[in-house]
């Protein structure tokens, strides 16, 4: 669904215009008739699933300061806290 609307009555109905945005509709702002801007609802982040980056090719000589190399070990470690344990689950 798509709906065309002013400068300004899109700055006057703006956070209504966004809720409308948010659920789907795709808002077309004109300026003397003319589109010149497009509220439309942000795409939903998909969760990188294990197995996602299979085939991912990464340089030998790569090299990353250290801070990336803690925040994905702080990552990892913090995924691997909120899967229950196996062992625990069956008992």
Do not use: H
């Amino acid at each position: 669904m798509s709906a065309q609307v002013s400068v300004a009555k899109a700055k006057a109905e703006f956070a209504s215009l966004v809720s409308r945005a948010e659920k789907g509709e795709q808002i077309v702002v004109t300026r003397n008739g003319r589109a010149v801007a497009c509220l439309v609802p942000l795409p939903e982040k998909k969760l990188v699933v294990y197995g996602d980056l299979r085939g991912l090719w990464i340089s030998d000589d790569l090299s990353l300061p250290q801070e990336i190399f803690d925040e994905i070990e702080k990552s990892v470690e913090a995924l691997a806290q909120s899967i229950p344990d196996a062992d625990n689950s069956q008992k």
